[in-house]
């Protein structure tokens, strides 16, 4: 019973954990919330993140992405978001994002829950 509770709890086919959006939302707030915003057309330095899983790269209206991300032809799902949450520049050689990498990998997932949310 027990290893079959725990089989759950493991990634399907390349698929990712579920993170917690609660956790994520605090998460975001400290890591992302200076640069981006979750509201809708609400752009900051970076681009709004509502919306964003399932979302194509530089895909947001009226948004100035760097040329590396308008030519990335990445659709952000939560596998592509954790990638590129590890190392945005190994990941999009050439785009402006500051941020060095979220190495914590349940700070992540964190992360990617709450961005599920923001649709």
Same mark, same amino acid.
């Given at each position: 019973?027990?290893?079959?509770?725990?089989?759950?709890?493991?990634? !399907?086919?390349?698929?990712?954990?579920?993170?917690?959006?609660?956790?994520?939302?605090?998460?975001?707030?400290?890591?992302?919330?200076?640069?981006?915003?979750?509201?809708?057309?609400?752009?900051?330095?970076?681009?709004?993140?509502?919306? !964003? !899983?399932?979302?194509?790269?530089?895909?947001?209206?009226?948004?100035?992405?760097?040329?590396?991300?308008?030519?990335?032809?990445?659709?952000?799902?939560?596998?592509?978001?954790?990638?590129?949450?590890?190392?945005?520049?190994?990941?999009?050689?050439?785009?402006?994002?500051?941020?060095?990498?979220?190495?914590?990998?349940?700070?992540?997932?964190?992360?990617?829950?709450?961005?599920?949310?923001?649709?």
């Amino acid at each position: 019973m027990l290893a079959a509770s725990m089989a759950l709890l493991l990634p !399907v086919g390349g698929a990712l954990a579920a993170g917690d959006a609660e956790a994520g939302k605090a998460a975001f707030s400290r890591r992302c919330a200076v640069c981006h915003a979750v509201a809708e057309g609400q752009n900051k330095v970076g681009p709004s993140l509502h919306g !964003v !899983v399932g979302r194509a790269s530089g895909a947001v209206p009226n948004f100035n992405y760097s040329q590396a991300m308008k030519n990335a032809g990445k659709t952000w799902d939560e596998a592509s978001i954790d990638t590129y949450l590890q190392d945005p520049k190994a990941y999009v050689p050439g785009n402006r994002m500051i941020l060095a990498g979220i190495k914590d990998e349940a700070e992540r997932q964190n992360i990617i829950a709450y961005l599920a949310t923001q649709k």
